[in-house]
C-alpha cells in the first residue's frame, strides 16, 4: 500500500491525490500482480533462464544502460552501505 509504506517519502495529500491518477495510468497496479514475475521465475517448468531481468508481468526483458553500468553499480553499492552505517542497520 503506497499510501503506508511510502510515509515520510511525500506529504500524505500529495499521495492521496496522486495514487488514483498512477493506477488509471498504469503506474501503480493491483497488488496481487505484483508476485506473477517472481512466481514465474521459481514456478514456471518452461523457465530455464536463471538470472534473467523479468519484468512486469512475467516476461523475460532487456535491463536498461544504467542497469548494466558497472560504476553506477558500485556507486549504489558505496551510498546504500553509508546510508545503513548512518542508520545504525550495520
Known sequence: NLNKQA???APAAVLRIMTPIMKCTGILD???KGALSS???IADAN???S???IVPY????KP????????????LWEW???MFQERGDL
Do not use: N, V
Open 30 to 32: 493491483h497488488k496481487a
Open 47 to 49: 523457465f530455464t533462464e
Open 7 to 9: 510515509t515520510g517519502m
Open 64 to 75: 536498461s544502460q544504467m542497469a548494466q553500468d558497472d560504476q553506477l553499480a558500485e556507486r
Open 80 to 82: 546504500t552501505f553509508e
Open 58 to 61: 512475467a516476461k523475460i526483458g
Open 39 to 41: 512466481l514465474f521465475a
Open 51 to 53: 538470472g534473467a531481468y
